[in-house]
């Protein structure tokens, strides 16, 4: 089989060109610095009064422009927490200067109210959220998690608050409270660090170590020396070399991907990536990470590996992070060990962040044990192709056929009935049970289970326009019902 070698690119496919790497937006989210900066609240609502505490948590100077105050806004403004930061004005709107405000909130009374507040509003040149009002609000308020000066704003648009809401309550617990000390050290080492580090790459690394910490319980006098010591060493140090990771991205689903996964592609300066890698894993990249596709697919234009090797050299040599992104584990079938051999020779670092292989993925699919104690006393991992295409010549077929072992065929489409061939010559029953599957964890994912003897069937109803992932053993048996029925629902819809 004639394979036609391609060059690395740098896609152009509508997804991933480097111009338009950021999907359509809602909204943009935008944080506005209100500290000292005048505000202006219309309306004495409880919804009108959460609006001015929130203004003046931010630091602005908020007039509350309203005749007569509800109970809630009442409050607030005899409040002594909020002294010199609230003032009250008794006059209708219309009466009150909103040139020079930073921000209108206006609780309007009614369609008429808004479009006369968005008027004005506009004449001053001033942006205006009206309360519960989109349709003619310039910015809108959020749900926010306050670990300040970490802020986050979430944002629904509108269609969905209760969601918003959730994803707030997610989202604090991830972030602890120990953020906010940590934030506010990172204040006071920034100046000292721009001083001290001119260079771009020291102060990635440095702010890199900084957040390994960043995410345990406050900081200690000891982090805040060991924090001043990374800054001194890094002042000390020539820019610093080249290194590479080879990241699993997993089978396809995103969640799929590890924490450390994610922190790489985050570091990244650079990211070689193959065809089968999902378009939602590559935005998880740092948005200023240049990414370079060098696929390689059988029967299709691939990257010769002696280009990719090359690449991650010279990429690596002048300076950058590299993360070469693989589908499912790097170390499984990914060539990784010829890469890995190439860098040493360099001596560039090389780190592995380990993704979930295939075959794990296709398990978990189907809900089955590769092990079952039952039915299986090993797993083998075996490639289904050669580099000429057809099946390796140095397969240990009687092994494979032990009925005591589950095998996952890796690129098996094209060698599938051959597969079956050797298997059946070599002992193994047609009975055997088997699962071919495609696309695992993604949204088009399809499965389907049947015996050996049905494999060639199997295969030409899969196709052969994706890469198919093939388990043969018993532990491919479709899974029994509580109630004694023959298959659970997943497995029907494998079937089907």
Excluded at 167 to 177: C, D, F, K, T, V
Excluded at 290 to 312: A, F, T, Y
């Amino acid at each position: 089989m004639k394979i036609v070698s391609r060059k690395p690119l740098e896609p152009d496919r509508p997804s991933q060109p480097e111009a338009a790497r950021v999907a359509p937006l809602a909204v943009l989210p935008v944080f506005m610095t209100l500290e000292g900066r005048r505000a202006v609240v219309i309306g004495a609502s409880d919804a009108a009064a959460w609006k001015a505490e929130l203004l003046a948590a931010a630091g602005a100077a908020v007039e509350v422009v309203a005749t007569e105050p509800g109970t809630e806004m009442a409050r607030l403004l005899a409040d002594e927490g909020f002294a010199g930061r609230l003032l009250h004005r008794a006059r209708p709107w219309e009466q009150v200067a909103l040139a020079g405000a930073a921000i209108i909130v206006a609780d309007a009374t009614g369609d008429a109210e808004a479009a006369a507040i968005r008027a004005a509003a506009r004449a001053a040149g001033v942006p205006l959220n009206v309360i519960d009002k989109p349709l003619f609000s310039d910015v809108a308020f959020g749900s926010i998690v306050n670990r300040s000066p970490v802020v986050v704003g979430i944002s629904t648009e509108g269609a969905a608050p209760i969601l918003g809401q959730a994803i707030r309550r997610r989202i604090e617990a991830l972030l602890p409270h120990s953020l906010q000390a940590w934030a506010r050290l990172a204040q006071s080492v920034r100046a000292r660090l721009n001083e001290r580090l001119a260079s771009l790459s020291l102060r990635r690394i440095f702010w890199e170590s900084f957040v390994d910490r960043a995410f345990g319980p406050a900081p200690t006098p000891a982090d805040v020396a060991a924090v001043d010591a990374d800054l001194e060493r890094l002042a000390k140090s020539p820019l610093p070399a080249g290194r590479v990771t080879l990241v699993g991205a997993g089978p396809g689903d995103v969640e799929l991907l590890t924490i450390k996964a994610v922190r790489a592609l985050q570091s990244a300066d650079v990211i070689l990536f193959d065809d089968l890698v999902a378009d939602e894993v590559l935005e998880m990249a740092r948005r200023e990470a240049r990414r370079i596709l060098v696929g390689k697919r059988g029967g299709r234009p691939s990257c010769k590996q002696e280009e990719i090797n090359e690449l991650m050299l010279k990429l690596a040599r002048s300076g950058r992070h590299v993360v070469r992104l693989k589908s499912g584990d790097p170390m499984i079938f990914g060539r990784a060990g010829e890469e890995i051999a190439q860098l040493d020779q360099a001596g560039i670092p090389v780190e592995i962040v380990p993704g979930i292989t295939t075959g794990i993925a296709l398990a978990a699919a189907l809900g089955i044990s590769l092990t079952h104690r039952d039915q299986a006393r090993s797993v083998r991992f075996v490639t289904g192709h050669s580099r000429q295409g057809g099946l390796p010549d140095d397969l240990d077929w009687r092994a494979i056929a032990d009925p005591a072992t589950t095998t996952i065929f890796y690129m098996a489409g094209r060698t599938a009935c051959l597969i079956r061939d050797r298997l059946e010559a070599q002992g193994l029953s047609p009975a055997t049970k088997i699962a071919v599957a495609a696309s695992l964890s993604r949204p088009n994912q399809r499965l389907w289970q049947g015996q050996l003897a049905d494999l060639p069937r199997l295969i030409e109803e899969a196709g052969s326009d994706e890469p198919l992932i093939l388990g043969i053993g018993n532990v491919f048996a479709p899974r029994q019902r509580r109630d004694g029925g023959a298959e659970d629902e997943l497995a029907a819809r494998a079937r089907a």
